[in-house]
């Protein structure tokens, strides 16, 4: 696309979100300085915004590729950015907001206001731009994100393409929008449930893009966004376990992970945090159904499977596994090797190899901890299985991970 087409795209695209709301389009340079925008006093409220913003934050977010971006700051505004990328490097960025999620209350502004030392006369005239910033739900801020993106790059992303910076848009929530059900769309939610029942893998991603955008919530919680956002992903956590049950999977492996879910998204301190937990958790449901209706295994050697996985960390035996299959250890140990093609010890040990490869990808955590998580005896043990099923230590593997 070159950049008269570019130009033009830009500028209908930021006259067409005029005609809906005061959201204004800025255009950057690489070096971060304004080229343009749409908004009727350019210079004043880019000054107040640049303060607010945190310019600094965007020029330290990695583009290693031209996504969208949401950030926000502490105030609770929040803006998309959308780079445009040559030859990998950035060489303008599209700055669209800032938009509110909710109203923000007089006194949480001004303790803010306060807090960043403004003048009385900066305070003042930040309180005359606060109240010209729209207040937009986060769903249709997702619209714009991925309608940006397409009129920058020409190409299609869906939500959970979106990036996040360590923002605060734990401070704000999304209200519903008028004239639309405050509970959703019923007949998605009993789509949603029917790919968690039917383990339903091919259709899940597309229609979580679909819900994302197009989807409506009540509200869950007063005054407190991230108690609102906990309380929704907690309710879909419900309903997914128990759509998985009706589905085929084990009880005890659905309330189990109901439970773990549970503690990890009470433990998040950001939306982000619950952003990164809420799409893992539906397709974990839908795949470990997936595999019951299709993985060939009867339904004692799978259950067993799903249980071994769920406690990885902690003293497995066949004995203790034959006590909850109800077989014979001797029985059960040919069942198991004949379905699943291992006995059961090295399937026990091949999962947790890989869960420690996971772990070392993701973390941080040290090896010597990670291998005595695993319940590995040693560290030479743990680096001896671990060198066998892959080839090298858990050190080596872990330094080729972050090359």
Known sequence: MDTSELDARVELFSSMLLCCHDLYLWQYDSGWHLIKSNCPHEAAVNNLFTLLRGDDSIRQFPNENDLPILMSNEIGMLWILQPRLEGGEMVRSYVLGPVFLDTVSTKSLEAQLSHRGMTAALREQARQFFNGVPVISLNRVFEYAIMLHHCVTGGQVGVNDLRYDDSKLNRTTPEPEENVSAHGTYEAEREMLRIVREGDIANFRAHMDRISVTGRMGKLSRDDALRQMKNAVITCLVLFSRAAMEGGLDPEVSYTLSDRYFQSIEACRSVPDLMEIALPMQEDYIRRVHQCRTGGLSQPIQALCDYIDLHLEEP????????????????????????????????????????????????????????????????????????????????????????
């Not at 109800?326 to 091949?350: C, N, V, W």
């Open 316 to 403: 497995l035996d066949l004995v203790s596994l034959a006590q909850r299959s109800g077989y014979a250890e001797y029985y059960l140990s040919r069942k198991f090797k004949k379905e699943t093609g291992l006995a059961p010890s090295d399937y026990i040990r091949k999962k947790r190899l890989e869960r420690a490869a996971h772990l070392l990808r993701s973390t941080q955590e040290d090896i010597r901890e990670i291998g005595a998580r695993l319940q590995f005896c040693s560290q030479s043990h743990f680096s001896d299985s671990f060198r066998k099923q892959y080839g090298v230590t858990p050190s080596a593997y872990r330094s080729g991970c972050n090359a």
